[in-house]
């Protein structure tokens, strides 16, 4: 690795990784001056009821109601939801999906094991119809984790191999599988041990490359993929390789060639391709699936969040046909393996995609709303980088576009600055603001958002006065 930069080698703070805190001096003042009693009423005893636990409490605010692209809170005011835990690609409450939910609720809301129900069928038909290449056996479970941990099964399976190659600052989900292959240290740290045999690498990052401070790839020659096989060949029996196509928090799109050369390298070892695309499939990226964008087909694909419409936990596993060798084993075994109301909502999503052409439209929208974040860059030195692919958009702040040193209480004063005014997102690793909103977003609403977080910045970077 050539050139220590601080930017490579900053550490993002650990309990910044995947999310803002909740115990900021920040998020304090915000309740100070936004929050009335009665919502500080139902706060507190949502303090005395649930267990604590980090990224989700104390809570933020009380909802009260969403629909499209907007949540509301209990005082009334609406917020445009960029972050929506990335289940919102046809926006919040669909008719279509809730029609679908009651219609199904009403004649079979449950499928006892060992029988079967016909909106499953027709879903797992649907997905083995729009997966890529020929990925075409499917598995349901009630979560993104639960898939992740099902793939993870099935490639011990297929290749009699336990090792697993993923990526450092990634999440897979919070089981104990899944955080050993998540490469975040606030899930890693203190909860005894890991799946043995999960290694991990740095992933593709153009903007803070660990190989070329420029992020300059050409000059490079993708020397991240080349680790990827160097790491393959010096374990010697890899199962997987498990990774996000592209990195949802961080909004890292991978250089041009990443993942063909990581599919030749883990063909050449016998092992496999797991894309989880639990957060970023069904049209967020421009394409049904994140994959299609870099023309790479992975063995198994992990798809939830936003396939139960925003509305049911449902995930899915997609495997290649051949990779079903396992007839007596467990590989899911889930009580919801085979929801019936939930399956019903994932096919009313996928049809209110299609028929809407949402990935085409998010591809269009996506690209005006990068066009004018980089008009924002220009304006703003606090902007170090633009990314995006669909509406998948972030921006990464830094303190000094040379150092690149990340700008953390500036991101997260934005993040203030835009709730007040409407805007809801969260911040990850400490300095990026990923902007996520439905797909379903009218243009006016999107340029709405853009504005507000055009206004935040100037209040932060201009220090002009704050609440
Ligand atoms: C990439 C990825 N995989 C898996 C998961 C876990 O999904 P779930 O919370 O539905 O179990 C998440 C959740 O954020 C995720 O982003």
Not at 123 to 131: N, P, Q, R, V
Not at 178 to 206: Q, W, Y
Not at 285 to 297: I, L, R, S, Y
Not at 423 to 450: D, M, V
Request: charge should be neutral; proline fraction near 5%; include cysteine.
């Amino acid at each position: 690795m050539k050139n220590h930069h601080p930017s490579s080698t900053e550490q993002i703070p650990v309990d910044l990784s995947e999310g803002d805190s909740n115990l900021s001096s920040m998020r304090k003042v915000w309740h100070k001056n936004e929050i009335d009693a009665n919502t500080r009423r139902w706060l507190a005893l949502d303090e005395r009821y649930f267990l604590r636990q980090t990224l989700s409490t104390p809570c933020l605010n009380v909802l009260d109601s969403c629909g499209e692209s907007v949540i509301k809170d209990l005082q009334g005011k609406r917020y445009l939801d960029f972050h929506g835990n990335s289940v919102h690609q046809v926006g919040f409450s669909h008719p279509k999906v809730i029609d679908a939910i009651i219609d199904q609720l009403k004649k079979l809301s449950f499928c006892t094991r060992r029988y079967t129900n016909i909106p499953a069928i027709e879903l797992a038909k649907k997905l083995s119809e729009i997966a890529p290449g020929n990925l075409s056996k499917v598995l349901f479970a009630p979560g993104g984790t639960t898939a992740v941990g099902m793939a993870l099964k099935l490639a011990r399976t297929v290749t009699g191999r336990f090792k697993t190659i993923s990526m450092w600052d990634s999440f897979h989900g919070a089981s104990l599988d899944c955080m050993s292959i998540s490469g975040e240290t606030m899930f890693r740290k203190n909860v005894g041990p890991l799946l043995p045999g999960a290694v991990h690498v740095p992933p593709a990052d153009r903007y803070r490359c660990l190989w070329d401070p420029e992020g300059n790839c050409e000059i490079c020659g993708l020397k991240c993929a080349d680790y990827i096989d160097y790491v393959l060949e010096k374990e010697g029996d890899v199962s997987a390789l498990i990774a996000e196509p592209v990195r949802n928090t961080a909004v890292n799109p991978p250089p041009p060639g990443y993942w063909k050369a990581v599919r030749k390298s883990f063909d050449r070892h016998g092992a496999l391709l797991i894309f989880d695309e639990t957060a970023i499939c069904l049209g967020r990226t421009g394409k049904m699936f994140a994959c299609e964008n870099f023309d790479v087909v992975p063995d198994i694909l992990t798809i939830g969040k936003g396939l139960g419409g925003g509305i049911m936990p449902f995930a899915a596993m997609i495997a290649r046909p051949d990779l079903d060798v396992a007839p007596e084993k467990g590989l899911g075994h889930y009580t919801h393996e085979k929801n019936p109301v939930a399956s019903a909502a994932a096919l009313a999503t996928i049809a209110v995609i299609e028929e809407n052409n949402l990935a085409e439209r998010t591809c269009c929208l996506g690209k005006v709303a990068v066009q004018k974040l980089n008009l924002m860059k220009d304006k703003h030195m606090l902007i170090g980088d633009v990314r995006g692919i669909g509406l998948l958009m972030g921006i990464d702040l830094v303190r000094d576009r040379k150092t690149k040193q990340r700008a953390i209480s500036e991101a997260e004063q934005i993040m203030y600055e835009c709730l007040k005014r409407g805007l809801s997102f969260k911040t990850s690793q400490g300095s990026c603001i990923p902007l996520s909103p439905s797909l379903t977003i009218e243009q006016s609403e999107l340029e709405r958002a853009l504005d507000i977080l055009d206004e935040a910045i100037s209040v932060v970077e201009y220090k002009l006065p704050i609440f």
